[in-house]
């Protein structure tokens, strides 16, 4: 299993949009995924899920990974948080 810790740097937090590209960077992976802030864990391939976290800006999420390609998934989904979800630093 593979752990990491990130922050969610876009000004709008996690709504629909990056939550979708989450869920579909977490779906091309073979590994288990999950998120989770404080004492929320969620499925890493879930909108409905990751939307229940309520993760603003500055909050700090932790992505757990577990299978195949774990160590790979967890690096991809730290470079999409890390990069605003691909939508530009003022997002």
């Known amino acids: ?43 890493g391939k879930s909108i409905l899920g990751l939307l229940i976290l309520a993760a603003e800006y500055g909050a700090k999420l932790t992505i757990e990974a577990e299978g195949p390609d774990e160590e790979e998934a967890v690096n991809a989904l730290i ?6 979800f691909g939508m530009g630093k003022n997002s």
């Not at 299993?1 to 977490?26: D, S, W, Y």
């Not at 590994?31 to 929320?40: G, L, Q, V, W």
């Open 79 to 84: 470079s999409l948080i890390s990069d605003h």
């Open 1 to 43: 299993m593979v752990t990491k810790e990130v922050t969610i740097m876009n000004k709008q937090g996690l709504h629909a949009r990056p939550a979708t590209a989450l869920v579909n960077t977490a779906s091309s992976f073979k590994s288990d995924i999950f998120i989770s802030r404080d004492d929320k864990k969620v499925n």
